[in-house]
């Protein structure tokens, strides 16, 4: 498996930010070819070490890096990208990251 993690900072509007993300972001996102699964954090998230003013954490998972990649390349993957810029549209407000997972022993 591989996963897409996405922490937005807290926004100006909270309310605004929670409406595209719920009404428009989430729904356009969970077309993504190959998506298997969105999780959405859910109450208050609890910064440790160096962490700054996290707002709401999203995680994507796919089978494969590869399905990532070509998840973001198709038009609904653009589409998603752009939209990203409307919830965040400085890059200092998000952190994502792209990595394989595995199971532990």
Do not use: N
Request: proline share 7%.
């Amino acid at each position: 498996m591989a996963r897409m993690l996405v922490i937005y900072k807290t926004p100006k509007d909270t309310v605004a930010f929670d409406k595209h993300y719920w009404d428009i972001h989430i729904p356009m996102a969970k077309q993504l070819p190959g998506l298997k699964k969105y999780e959405v954090s859910k109450g208050t998230i609890v910064p440790l070490a160096s962490a700054i003013d996290p707002y709401l954490i999203g995680t994507l998972h796919f089978d494969s890096m590869d399905a990532i990649k070509a998840a973001f390349a198709s038009e609904c993957g653009r589409a998603c990208a752009a939209d990203r810029r409307i919830l965040a549209p400085d890059d200092k407000d998000i952190q994502m990251f792209l990595f394989d997972d595995q199971d532990t022993p």
